[in-house]
């Protein structure tokens, strides 16, 4: 029997992006929520459809407070995080951003399932979805891409290479060339609509 077909679903809200991928009832969502917005991303998901028992692993792209702001509350309501090793450093920074009104749920290492970039392939088949996860640095040391088998790839933040600022633009081009390698062909990043990555490949 073929594979499932993936689909991919924004729940986003308050200018960031949260890309839930389903392959049928097993999904997965890449990136997780404002900090103390449990209620408003509880109500997405019901409005959509989803019920959160089906969601196998939230993934954070990197740990700034708009993309991994509910990783904690989601554990607590029984979905596992899944963190990359590269990652797992800059997990406990994350508080170092937040204000006490955030509301923030700080994110313990109990529970977390940590992962290298090689291993997550055999998982993310385990769910139904065929793809891996890649190191890209540049708009952060922990930044990391979802990239699906068929080219779609969740990039958090990286940052377009006519975007750069503070970056070091060699990274943040490197990142994306891997990415182009690997075979990624639309980018559905954390912030503005998806967009396809050959239209920055002259900038590469
Ligand atoms: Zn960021």
Not at 14 to 33: E, Q
Not at 36 to 59: F, H, N, Q, T
Not at 176 to 184: C, D, I, S
């Amino acid at each position: 029997m073929p594979a499932e077909s993936t689909t991919i679903v924004n729940v986003g809200y308050r200018s960031t992006n949260f890309w839930l991928i389903s392959a049928g009832r097993s999904r997965l969502l890449v990136d997780i929520g404002w900090p103390g917005s449990m209620g408003k991303m509880r109500s997405i998901l019901k409005r959509m459809d989803v019920p959160l028992e089906e969601i196998r692993y939230a993934l954070a792209t990197h740990y700034h407070i708009d993309h991994a702001g509910l990783a904690q509350d989601f554990k607590q309501a029984g979905i596992p995080l899944l963190v990359i090793d590269v990652q797992t450093e800059a997990i406990p920074r994350m508080k170092t951003w937040i204000k006490p009104a955030d509301n923030y749920t700080e994110i313990i290492a109990e529970g977390n399932v940590v992962i290298s970039c090689a291993e997550s392939r055999a998982l993310l088949e385990a769910s139904g979805i065929p793809g891996e996860v890649l190191h890209t640095p540049g708009h952060s040391p922990d930044s990391v891409s979802l990239l699906l088998d068929d080219g779609s790839v969740f990039t958090g933040d990286l940052t377009p290479p006519d975007r750069v600022g503070l970056e070091d633009p060699a990274v943040v081009s490197a990142s994306w060339r891997l990415l182009w390698e690997r075979g990624a062909r639309r980018v559905y990043p954390g912030h503005g609509p998806p967009w396809p990555l050959d239209q920055i490949l002259g900038e590469l």
